[in-house]
Structure formats: C-alpha cells, structure tokens
C-alpha cells in the first residue's frame, strides 16, 4: 500500500497528515450509524481541507478508476455513508469554516463540515435562527444533512433542510467545480439544480460549500407534554391539530417502549406508564399561550387522560433533550433485551398523510405482534413521520428475519397509505429496493439517467440509492 499510486498521488496533494490508512481509522470510517448494512473497507481516508483538495482527490480517483464515498459524521441511519472496499472515503471533518454570515441578506455561508449545532449558535448570537434541527444536530454536519436533505423536530413548522439550502459548491465527477443556486431572496434562473444535489446521499458529486437561509430568532417556545392511553389516540389529536389550523414548533410522539428506555437510560421522571406521549411547542410570541391551549383543547378531546404545560425554560429543555435522547436509549435498550450484548436496531423512517397517522401506528403495533419483534415508535407527529425502532437480536438469524419482515411490512403500509419509504433519513442500502417501488420505473430511469449524465464512470458512491 505505502508504494501505491493513487496514494502518491493523494499524499502530493493534500500532506501525509491529511491521508490515512492505518487500519483501525479505515474500520472506523466503514459505516454510518444504520445497524445491519453491509460496508467495505476503504483504501484511504483524505480528510481536505478545501475545495482545491477535494477536487484534487476526485480527480486522482477517477485517474486510477477507485469510488469515491463522502463523509460527513456518520450519524446517518440508512447506510448511505458506507464505505464499499477499496474506494477513497472523503471525510469532510477538517472542513469547518464559517465562511460568512449576513444578517442584511440572512444567510450563511459554510464549509461542509460545519456541524449543525455550531452553525445555529454562531447565528443565534446575531439575532438569526437556522432552523433545521436533526436529532443528532450536536453531532451531524451541514455537508450530511444536505446529503440526505434530514429533517428534524423543527419540521412540522419550519420545514426540512433543502428549503433552507440557496446555493452549493459541488466538485463534479469531471473534477470540475460546479456553483449552483444563488444568494438572493428570489431567483429562478435556469433548472433547480440545488434541489438536485440536496439529498443525492453523495451519488453525483461532492460538496464543498453551502449557502443556507436563515430566519430572525423566534420568541422563546412554551412547551406542553399531552398523555395517552393509546398510540393511534395520539394520532388522532395530531390529524386534529393540523384540522384546526394551529402549527405548533414542535409535535414529537414518544410511545412506551421508548418512555421505558429513555428513563432507563437517564432517570427524568418520565411518564412510563403512558402508552403514548405528546411532546408540543408553540414560539409565536403572545400568541403562543393561546396556540398551547388550543393545542392542549385537542389533545384532550382526543383522549388524553392527562395534559400540563413546562412551567420554565428549564423544564422546557429537559423534555426537549429526553426526546433527543431517544436513539442512544433505544440503543442501549437492544442491547440490553438480548443475551451477550447482540441486541440491534432496524430502524425505519415511513412517512404518510398526517390523517394517515393513526392509522398507520395502529398498523405498527399490529406489525410488531404478527412479527414477534418488539417496536417501538418516536417520531416527528407533527409530519407524519415516524421512526420505528425494530428490536433484534443479530445472532439469531430467525430474530433478523422476523425485523427484516416488519421493516418490509411497515414501508408496505405506509405507501398503501399515501406516504413515502424514507421522510428524512435518506434511501441509502436500506431502502433502495423500496424507493424502485415508491418511484415506478419511468423515474428510475431517470434517477439512472441523471445519474450516467454526471457520473458516466459511476464512481460516486456506488450502490447506493438505486
């Protein structure tokens, strides 16, 4: 490996510091966060620090015929971040520059590796508010969140990330440096090729900077937690919020499996005895209280046994990061269900009309009992966008199917009910075979067709997507 051309070439252009290959670094960058999908070991790892080097390695990759597979953090949750064997993983850690932030004009603009946390504390101190907020936002970063154009509990109001994204830089396959998009409030000048590359998952070109909008920072947000005796009872008071026009800055559903684990996992105080809980914000400044109460009016009259409101910022905050601790909990919880730690996560990521919902966690509970797998659901209500966490146990190749099954079954309800395989986490390994589904063959062909347009070697990070 030391006398390889392609790594000649990588170290000439980016340092020896900047090209790694021991072996225990290649390993740690196989994967993203997606449990039970197949990943290589790369060659090489370059981690550049500009667009310069970037298209330097594209370049120096496509001479010697190697994939290319970007990476951001490797928090995603479909596997499209895989390393496959032998390709050069650009790892977009080392490109961290907040270039600009313009509050006359609201955006900003930044490398990368940013990560989302950090970009929405340096706008906050000038008054401004980026608004996508993933659960792993103290950890993703903007170059993975445009990747996989990821969500967040900001969405239900505020929207998902490729409505915020106004320009890109993008290194080409050709090596070429392509800007798309603009910085203006208002454009429409040529085809949207900013909403091309935005959730691509890294399959047509690399990105090396972005240009987001960002809004004025709202009033501080009152939050109210509503009780269920039921998960589809849930649904129904979001089918009945969204009826009677309120749009409230959150409206996340945590069902008892993940109260049970979350409490397990960080002691809160959490109602585990629900079968479901609501978790609602409203920060539309004196109008919020009001929005709360009719949030609340609904909520109740859907059957809520029980409904209060945070009574400070704090407490506010604390339900905020128990719904954030949702992921390492349900980790923690697979691993602790099964014998000798081999506990696992299938995760999915169905999301249907919001009058859909009921009926779609109804179908999950039933799901998980024809399966004989524990589920549970956390999601993002408010959207119709739900997260079901199917327990396995990765040693019993019986426990792998009967998870595999449910996923399948799931995805299969949530289209015959109007929704979409994938809301926010991207297609990536795990739902390719889905998206073929959900898309028809004309619009494979012309995912294939943009795909050979830009891509005609198809070294940018093959076998994902479709």
């Not at 889905?434 to 294939?448: D, S, Y």
Request: glycine residues 12%.
């Amino acid at each position: 490996m030391a006398g390889s051309p392609l790594l000649d070439d990588l170290r000439a252009a980016l340092g020896d510091e900047a090209v790694l290959t021991d072996p225990d670094l290649l390993r740690l960058h196989r994967r993203d966060e997606a449990d039970l999908c197949a990943a290589g070991t790369p060659l090489v790892v370059v981690r550049p620090r500009d667009t310069a080097q970037v298209v330097a390695v594209v370049r120096a990759a496509a001479r010697h015929g190697v994939p290319v597979v970007p990476q951001g953090a490797r928090t995603g949750l479909a596997g499209a971040a895989n390393a496959v064997d032998g390709a050069v993983v650009v790892s977009t850690v080392a490109m961290t520059a907040i270039r600009e932030i313009d509050p006359v004009a609201r955006i900003a603009v930044v490398q990368p590796g940013v990560v989302n946390a950090t970009l929405a504390r340096a706008v906050r101190e000038q008054g401004l508010y980026y608004p996508p907020d993933p659960g792993s936002w103290e950890s993703s970063t903007i170059g993975g969140n445009v990747s996989t154009n990821a969500g967040g509990m900001c969405c239900v109001k505020y929207g998902v990330t490729t409505e915020y994204v106004l320009g890109l830089e993008v290194v080409l396959a050709s090596g070429e440096v392509l800007r798309t998009g603009r910085r203006t409030a208002k454009g429409v000048a040529g085809y949207d090729l900013t909403r091309l590359f935005v959730g691509a998952e890294g399959t047509l070109g690399v990105i090396t900077e972005v240009t987001v909008a960002l809004r004025p920072a709202p009033e501080e947000s009152l939050t109210m937690v509503a009780v269920f005796g039921s998960t589809g009872g849930a649904g129904t008071a979001v089918a009945g919020i969204a009826a009677r026009g309120l749009t409230p800055s959150l409206l996340e559903l945590l069902d008892r499996t993940h109260l049970r684990a979350i409490e397990a996992y960080r002691p809160m105080g959490l109602r585990t005895d629900a079968q479901a809980l609501l978790l609602a914000a409203a920060d539309t400044g004196p109008r919020a209280a009001d929005d709360l109460a009719r949030i609340a009016e609904v909520c109740a009259a859907a059957g809520a046994h029980e409904v209060y409101a945070a009574t400070d910022a704090v407490e506010a905050a604390a339900l905020l990061q128990a719904r954030r601790l949702a992921h390492p909990a349900m980790e923690k919880f697979a691993v602790d269900t099964y014998p000798d730690g081999n506990g696992g996560l299938i995760i999915d990521d169905v999301a249907v009309p919001r009058g859909a919902l009921a009926t779609l966690l109804d179908g999950v509970a039933r799901i998980a009992t024809e399966c004989g797998v524990p589920i549970g659901v956390v999601g993002h209500a408010g959207d119709g966008n739900l997260h079901p966490n199917i327990v396995v146990d990765r040693a019993d190749p019986a426990s792998l199917e009967r998870g595999r099954r449910a996923f399948d079954e799931i995805i299969r309800l949530g289209l015959e009910l109007g929704g979409t395989c994938t809301g926010e986490h991207g297609v990536g390994l795990l739902k390719r075979d889905w998206l073929a589904r959900e898309i028809g063959p004309v619009g494979v062909r012309v995912h294939q067709a943009i795909k050979a347009a830009l891509d005609p070697a198809g070294l940018f990070n093959p076998g994902k997507v479709f």
